[in-house]
């Protein structure tokens, strides 16, 4: 019980580095995911195509090589200088936005093109019409999908500790070396994520219910 009382706070240190990430790479890769949707329904064929490009590519390579590949490999460029910090939030973002996009677009495509007929007769331009008809609608049916999205990056962040980002996953590797208790350490790293990404659902479940009741 000392070693996980004096570890303890070392984890939680470590913790605020994972939410900090997680927190600016998921609004970061929701905005991509948006634009990348977006791309993917646009009637220009070329924007169609890039996007498309831009999901597969993510959605076909395991997530540490998209991680070493922006870490390592731009950084050996030598035309920007990425810290392991950015490198990171960049990698999650990018990941997520891929995912997020085909989830937004699922999300527009399942509304009725009859509402989108009818703001349109009533004066809406296109992109009023997306903004205040559709995607509000959409947002309501994506958002357990979005959730579970955004689950899915946060254990992702735990691979971070791979380019020496001193997160969760990383700070219990240095505790479990020094104290020589892995077991123990291990065991309230998992316990930490489980309290984190559980008041995660949680927290979509509320926004849920009060999207569903107005």
């Known amino acids: ?40 329904l646009a009637p220009i064929k070329i924007l169609n195509w890039i996007a498309k490009v831009y999901v597969d590519a993510i959605r076909g390579t395991p997530f540490i090589v998209q991680l070493f590949f922006i870490y390592f490999g731009i950084n050996s460029l030598q035309v920007v200088s990425l810290n392991s910090t950015t490198a990171g939030i960049i990698t999650v973002a990018i990941n997520a936005g891929a995912y997020f996009s085909e989830i937004i677009r699922a999300g527009i495509q399942s509304i009725d093109k009859g509402q989108t007929e009818a703001a349109r007769s009533i004066g809406f331009t296109g992109a009023q019409t997306m903004r205040y008809v559709v995607l509000p609608q959409a947002f309501r049916r994506m958002l357990p999908t979005i959730t579970n999205q955004s689950i899915i990056s946060l254990k992702d962040t735990s691979l971070l500790s791979v380019i020496g980002i001193a997160d969760l996953t990383q700070q219990g590797q240095i505790q479990a070396s020094a104290t020589f208790e892995a077991f123990k350490i291990w065991l309230v790293v998992g316990v930490i994520y489980f309290i984190i990404i559980y008041l995660l659902t949680v927290l979509a479940n509320f926004v849920e219910r009060r999207i569903q009741l107005r």
């Open 1 to 40: 019980m000392d070693i996980i009382v004096a570890a303890l706070p070392i984890l939680l240190k470590g913790l605020q580095v994972t939410l900090y990430i997680f927190i600016i790479a998921i609004i970061l890769g929701f905005l991509i995911g948006l634009l990348i949707a977006l791309l993917r």
